[in-house]
């Protein structure tokens, strides 16, 4: 397309366009919204990118991405520290925080265990996951990974790995999603259904 | 969904949900996959966006957007100097640029006539199309805005203004869009295809 736009135009939608799911048409009408907006706003815009990248890190217990030393849910003292649900990324915690259901507290792992994309346990945040769960007051360790191959294969690791910790481990269940229909639902699901059925009287 | 996030994070996606179609879910896999980016990478983008606000003005010749003084299309003297193009917005100087069938230079108007939006031909860069004709050497001027009621509405405007000058004033061609069928063509699509159709023999 270059030559039709005016260079700093064109650098900019590139920019744009190596945001996950953003094209090149959506880039260059992102690009031409920032040229017509005020010079107050680009600066804020800078601003956002450039504190989000310097001020976030992990938070020092449950590795969340906090702006802090400690993260707000972790430093939350009404909430049930003795229970960590375990999660692959930080949009998992806000997914759970969003049910308002949970009130124990998290450990983000930063991806699942995947050889074929060479994710080994080495890189995942597991060895702070052992560290807070030695210091004796966690009683009950959620797996919270996603029903995937990679999410189950996590959590049997991670279950196997704390066994000799004596603490208790669990897993969500699986089964019918709220106001799906059986008819949809794949056969994986349906037969997690049918095992973890409970019972009504 | 404060207090789920850490807030240089929020900040940032509040700043991505700001642009034009990006909605608060997108914004925020965009503000994660920009911490997740290097810091060379966020300043590259943070360049780019300041660079296209800073360098980025109106050419002075046919109000496109360039980086220059004159842009390209209407310093290049392969070009036909004596046809004008007139369009609404710089991304129609790129469509028809596409086409490759167009070889005059353009006027760009950023904008269209619209009174319930309150636009008025005193927002749109006509005074610069008049200093233009008016220097004498133009032949021909093709209004190429869209073809919507806006569209019709600033190209008969412009046409009345421009004919006590002396030029040539043409309109693009409205018809069937080629790849398209009768069935899915709306009535003033085909009432105007049966009205400019073309001898065969």
Redo the contacts between chains.
């Keep these: 397309?270059a030559?039709?736009?005016?260079?700093?135009?064109e650098?900019?939608a590139?920019?744009f366009a190596?945001?996950?799911?953003?094209g090149i048409k959506?880039a260059?009408?992102?690009?031409?919204?920032?040229?017509s907006?005020s010079?107050a706003?680009?600066q804020?815009?800078?601003d956002?990118?450039?504190?989000?990248?310097r001020?976030?890190h992990f938070c020092s217990c449950c590795q969340n991405?906090?702006?802090?030393e400690v993260?707000?849910i972790c430093s939350d003292e009404e909430r049930d520290q003795t229970t960590i649900c375990v999660v692959e990324s930080?949009?998992d915690?806000?997914a759970l925080?969003?049910s308002g259901e949970y009130h124990g507290v998290y450990h983000v792992l930063h991806g699942l265990i995947s050889p074929i994309d060479g994710v080994t346990p080495e890189n995942l945040h597991i060895r702070e996951l052992l560290s807070r769960i030695s210091k004796g007051s966690i009683q009950e360790v959620i797996m919270a990974t996603n029903p995937t191959v990679e999410g189950d294969a996590t959590a049997m690791y991670l279950a196997q790995l704390l066994e000799p910790l004596g603490v208790k481990v669990t897993r969500l269940a699986f089964g019918l999603p709220v106001g799906g229909t059986l008819e949809y639902a794949d056969e994986v699901t349906l037969y997690k259904a049918l095992e973890n059925r409970t019972i009504l009287h």
């Design positions: 397309m030559g039709y736009y005016a260079l700093p135009l650098l900019l590139e920019e190596r945001l996950p799911g953003i959506t260059h009408r992102l690009a031409y919204s920032v040229i907006r010079d706003e680009v804020s815009f800078v956002a990118l450039l504190s989000a990248k001020d976030i991405l906090t702006e802090l993260c707000p930080p949009k915690v806000s925080e969003r």
